[in-house]
């Protein structure tokens, strides 16, 4: 009776190992292609000032349950060392919130949100200037 237990428990714990292996190498996968995109980009725009403003791009989505149509948004403006800003407007019935975060590296200095993340890695790879975002946010 032990054994079938462990037997079964082994078996429950070796799926679940595949499992999250498999998850683990499609995420490294879509990482690793952006990675390629961003060094192909860069090495066809060799040319330029990479301090210089150069990659924009917009997530719209809606960030409040009482808002629709996608009002609220994130914009990532971005030079060539992946430096720069994104800027976030929260729009509600009554009020709307902005909000600015710098970038350093395409990384927020402060946490960013998921709208603002995929903001700064459209941007970076290019994919810009409007990139669909969640149909419902996260604030």
């Known amino acids: 009776m032990l054994v079938t237990i462990w037997v079964i428990v082994g078996a429950v714990a070796g799926v679940s190992g595949v499992l999250v292996g498999y998850s683990a190498l499609r995420q490294a996968r879509a990482t690793v292609e952006d990675c390629r995109r961003l060094l192909a980009r860069q090495l066809g725009e060799g040319r330029g000032d990479l301090k210089a403003i150069r990659d924009v791009a917009v997530c719209r989505y809606d960030a409040l349950s009482e808002?629709?149509?996608?009002?609220?948004?994130?914009?990532?403006?971005?030079?060539?060392?992946?430096?720069?800003?994104?800027?976030?407007?929260?729009?509600?019935?009554?009020?709307?919130?902005?909000?600015?975060?710098?970038?350093?590296?395409?990384?927020?200095?402060?946490?960013?949100?998921?709208?603002?993340?995929?903001?700064?890695?459209?941007?970076?790879?290019?994919?810009?200037?409007?990139?669909?975002?969640?149909?419902?946010?996260?604030?």
């Open 67 to 139: 808002m629709t149509g996608r009002l609220s948004f994130s914009v990532a403006m971005i030079n060539g060392l992946g430096d720069g800003i994104v800027l976030t407007s929260i729009n509600g019935r009554s009020e709307t919130r902005t909000y600015v975060r710098p970038v350093v590296g395409g990384k927020g200095q402060e946490p960013l949100s998921p709208e603002e993340e995929e903001a700064v890695r459209a941007a970076r790879l290019g994919l810009g200037p409007l990139v669909a975002g969640p149909v419902s946010g996260t604030f």
